[in-house]
């Protein structure tokens, strides 16, 4: 071995490679596997039981909305007293009147859209501004009036600025007209515009989707749905002219229900 080779040798064994190569490579990570396989396996004490719960179990806690007083109306008049006296919806604190409804509590036709509008705040009525003008001409097309139909909203007092109502408006208000179409318990009910459509039925589709089909209403109390058809609000209407002849196409297939359905 010459000198040069000897220091190299000894540079290795420094750096820690003091093992010779030999022919034949082996396989390091096979030898620890095996090493690992013959050791004896580690001894894991054995963790006691949980004690058993002797304590009271847990009670089922209560549903924290309270329960809502329309539903103790058992007549029309009996549900505008309550709702009158209703103190859970802040919109009546800016309202002028409260707006319950209008029409024949006896009619097969029921209609709900969405809130008052300044005119029907004015009023106490549903309907009785420039949309409800419409909502009269619409209504003249399939030979009703208002005599033999039923009008009212899911909301009872005007929105500020007439906005869009809440969620929690709505649901504030939403046991009253519930009760109302238990009530009247019409043979048809129809909704006016998507906020109607979407309070009522829950459906996550728009208006556009569903409109023109029928569709079907019930609650808890109900033994039976009510046919339902969803439309657009005549405030909709006025700004877009264009989609009267999608209307008129929902008038006519109401006026056809009503008429298989008899008197």
Known sequence: ???????????????????????????????????????????????????????????????????SPAADATTLDELRQILLAFDGCPLKRTATNTVFADGNPAARVMLIGEAPGAEEDRQGKPFVGASGQLLDRMLATIDLDRSQVFISNVIYWRPPGNRDPSPSEVAACLPFAERMIELIDPRVLVLLGGAALKALLGRAEGITRLRGQWLSFTTARRAYPIDTMATFHPAFLLRTPGQKRLAWRDLLAIKKRLAAAGP
């Open 1 to 67: 071995m010459t000198e040069n080779s000897l220091r190299a040798l000894e540079w290795l064994i420094e750096a820690g490679a003091n093992e010779a190569v030999g022919e034949v490579p082996v396989d390091r990570f096979g030898l620890a596997g095996a090493q690992a396989a013959d050791s004896p396996p580690p001894v894991i004490a054995a963790r006691a039981p949980a004690p058993p719960v002797t304590g009271p179990k847990p009670q089922a806690r209560p549903d924290p909305r309270p329960a």
